[in-house]
């Protein structure tokens, strides 16, 4: 089979290099990849968001199966569009996408369904949500209402804080038309752990489960980014807590999706805060979590393109998704100065040096005159798989010292909640 990968971070290449191991697959492109990924694939000069020009590609090229990567072309529709071109896609509709692309729409469904979640308020009005957090006090959650590429969220810890983010989201318009609406909620306190799942309908494999460290710094200090690092699976996290998220979270929402008449076919990623009062839901997205798939496909035992086939053909339940009996920890290798603004152009030494069974995930990479430089905030992500998680890490951290550029920063501190 011909296949495509919507995307060009790290999260399509941990997709890139999962499909590439599938017997079935003869010929991958991705658009518009990156250097890591063109180790793997060919890389067609196409953005995320052209999907015409995608649709056009996949076409031409009689691709069979196309993957999309990040949430932007699935909000823009990508999924509809290819279908009614007759072109195979997976990914969740433009419709069932808003689980993601609206938190207002994530919210109501989560209440309409009792799902459990954060009580929250939303608000288009400034002075409303000024009186609102007033009256609320910190801690408290602001999120601007659309995507703003995982950036959009501040956990204000004092009044200062909050009265700033909201000044800056829908005063100072920061984020665009996404802090228009902003969502203030409740502040939950406790674990937060990430659990994908394969969905068909009410169809739910559930992925091993991972931890994301979203703060900057070590011990969760600084400002939120896209996310610094993680693990899979969760030693000190108890199977049955896994079990009650599927029962209690996971299958009501794909069962609530259906019901609201947007059916969810696609990865969805489920956010949760594991709190006193039990596991809540902090957000959906409608694709793979970056940088979770970085850990979770290397522990994928089954065939990939499997399991999106049979999910196609509305199979999926009859597919056995098998996991590794091993740990990943994927250490993100970011540039000096993210998530505010950062230089690109570094050249990255000692990728040579990374050889199976640890993989170096391009994120933000380019490539020029034979060498490989840095182009974006999150550079690399470095993933180690070992037979339990103390190996994985030691050999994650011996690898990122292998790799060198200007003003590199990475958390030394991945996995280590588990241990605590
Ligand atoms: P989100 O983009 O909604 O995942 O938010 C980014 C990060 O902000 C999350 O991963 C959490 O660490 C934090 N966060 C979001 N909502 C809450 C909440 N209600 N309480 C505490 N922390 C939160
Ligand atoms: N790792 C967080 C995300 O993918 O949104």
Same mark, same amino acid.
């Given at each position: 089979?011909?296949?495509?990968?919507?995307?060009?971070?790290?999260?399509?290449?941990?997709?890139?290099?999962?499909?590439? %191991?599938?017997?079935?697959?003869?010929?991958?492109?991705?658009?518009?990849?990156?250097?890591?990924? +063109?180790?793997?694939?060919?890389?067609?000069?196409?953005?995320?968001?052209?999907?015409?020009?995608?649709?056009?590609?996949?076409?031409?090229?009689?691709?069979?199966?196309?993957?999309?990567?990040?949430?932007?072309?699935?909000?823009?529709?990508?999924?509809?569009?290819?279908?009614? %071109?007759?072109?195979?896609?997976?990914?969740?509709?433009?419709?069932?996408?808003?689980?993601?692309?609206?938190?207002?729409?994530?919210?109501?469904?989560?209440?309409?369904?009792?799902?459990?979640?954060?009580?929250?308020?939303?608000?288009?009005?400034?002075?409303?949500?000024?009186?609102?957090?007033?009256?609320?006090?910190?801690?408290?959650?602001?999120?601007?209402?659309?995507?703003?590429?995982?950036?959009?969220?501040?956990?204000?810890?004092?009044?200062?804080?909050?009265?700033?983010?909201?000044?800056?989201?829908?005063?100072?318009?920061?984020?665009?038309?996404?802090?228009?609406?902003?969502? *203030?909620?409740?502040?939950?306190?406790?674990?937060?752990?990430? #659990?994908?799942?394969?969905?068909?309908?009410?169809?739910?494999?559930?992925?091993?489960?991972?931890?994301?460290?979203?703060?900057?710094?070590?011990?969760?200090?600084?400002?939120?980014?896209?996310?610094?690092?993680?693990?899979?699976?969760?030693?000190?996290?108890?199977?049955?807590? *896994?079990?009650?998220?599927?029962?209690? *979270?996971?299958?009501?929402?794909?069962?609530?999706?259906?019901?609201?008449?947007?059916?969810?076919?696609?990865?969805? /990623?489920?956010?949760?805060?594991?709190?006193?009062?039990?596991?809540?839901?902090?957000? /959906?997205?409608?694709?793979?979590?970056?940088?979770?798939?970085?850990?979770?496909?290397?522990? #994928?035992?089954?065939?990939?393109?499997?399991?999106?086939?049979?999910?196609?053909?509305?199979?999926?339940?009859?597919?056995?998704?098998?996991?590794?009996?091993?740990?990943?920890?994927?250490?993100?290798?970011?540039?000096?100065?993210?998530?505010?603004? /950062?230089?690109?152009?570094?050249?990255?030494?000692? #990728?040579?040096?990374?050889?199976?069974?640890?993989?170096?995930?391009?994120?933000?990479?380019? +490539?020029?005159?034979?060498? *490989?430089?840095?182009?974006?905030?999150?550079?690399?992500?470095?993933?180690?798989?070992?037979?339990?998680?103390?190996?994985?890490?030691?050999? +994650?951290?011996?690898?990122?010292?292998?790799?060198?550029?200007?003003?590199?920063? /990475?958390?030394?501190?991945?996995?280590?909640?588990?241990?605590?």
């Amino acid at each position: 089979m011909k296949v495509l990968v919507i995307g060009g971070g790290g999260r399509e290449h941990a997709i890139v290099w999962k499909l590439s %191991q599938s017997p079935k697959v003869t010929q991958i492109y991705c658009a518009p990849g990156n250097p890591g990924i +063109a180790e793997l694939a060919e890389c067609v000069s196409i953005a995320v968001s052209d999907i015409k020009k995608l649709a056009d590609f996949a076409q031409k090229e009689q691709i069979d199966l196309t993957f999309v990567g990040p949430e932007e072309p699935l909000s823009l529709g990508i999924v509809n569009y290819f279908k009614e %071109q007759g072109l195979a896609v997976y990914g969740p509709s433009k419709e069932a996408s808003l689980i993601e692309g609206s938190k207002a729409f994530a919210k109501e469904l989560m209440m309409k369904y009792q799902i459990p979640t954060a009580k929250y308020s939303s608000f288009t009005n400034y002075e409303d949500a000024l009186s609102f957090v007033r009256g609320e006090g910190a801690p408290i959650v602001i999120k601007a209402d659309g995507l703003a590429a995982g950036k959009g969220v501040v956990v204000a810890k004092t009044l200062e804080e909050a009265e700033e983010a909201l000044q800056s989201m829908m005063q100072e318009v920061s984020f665009g038309s996404a802090g228009a609406r902003v969502v *203030i909620e409740e502040f939950l306190e406790g674990e937060e752990l990430t #659990l994908l799942a394969f969905v068909n309908r009410t169809t739910v494999k559930a992925m091993v489960p991972a931890q994301d460290h979203k703060q900057v710094n070590d011990g969760d200090k600084g400002p939120n980014t896209g996310g610094m690092g993680t693990y899979a699976p969760l030693p000190h996290i108890d199977p049955s807590m *896994i079990e009650r998220i599927i029962n209690e *979270i996971v299958k009501p929402t794909a069962k609530a999706m259906v019901e609201e008449g947007c059916p969810y076919e696609g990865i969805l /990623y489920t956010g949760l805060m594991l709190t006193k009062s039990g596991p809540k839901v902090i957000e /959906y997205n409608a694709r793979f979590g970056d940088p979770e798939t970085q850990v979770v496909l290397p522990l #994928l035992e089954t065939d990939l393109l499997e399991i999106l086939i049979a999910s196609l053909s509305g199979e999926l339940e009859n597919v056995e998704v098998k996991w590794k009996d091993k740990s990943a920890v994927c250490v993100i290798m970011s540039s000096a100065g993210y998530p505010g603004p /950062y230089e690109k152009g570094q050249v990255i030494k000692g #990728l040579e040096h990374i050889t199976y069974p640890t993989i170096a995930f391009h994120a933000g990479t380019t +490539a020029k005159d034979g060498e *490989i430089l840095t182009n974006g905030g999150r550079v690399l992500g470095i993933t180690a798989i070992g037979d339990h998680l103390k190996e994985a890490r030691d050999l +994650a951290y011996q690898s990122v010292e292998k790799v060198s550029f200007i003003g590199v920063h /990475y958390r030394t501190d991945i996995g280590s909640k588990a241990f605590r």
